[in-house]
């Protein structure tokens, strides 16, 4: 499930999915600001099918986080 969540934040992120390593997160990737965010939630939503509720679009701050959306597991 990694590679689909590199494969997002990449493309949200407007960079090559190459360049997003394993331990990507808000704070080590300058890509990632407010309007990224924003493309990162609505390319999980289409990919899930659903809304995502609020507490996790505000939780989302690592690749981890994304593997975990799209797994069904706890953000954390």
Do not use: C, N, Y
């Not at 590679?3 to 808000?26: G, N, Y």
């Amino acid at each position: 499930m990694e590679t689909r969540a590199k494969a997002l934040l990449a493309s949200a992120l407007e960079i090559d999915a190459a360049s997003v390593p394993s331990d990507a997160s808000i704070a080590t990737l300058e890509a990632w600001d407010s309007l990224a965010h924003l493309r990162l939630v609505q390319a999980l939503e289409k990919e899930l099918g659903r809304e995502l509720p609020a507490e996790h679009i505000f939780a989302i701050a690592s690749l981890a986080d994304v593997a975990a959306v799209l797994e069904g597991r706890p953000i954390g």
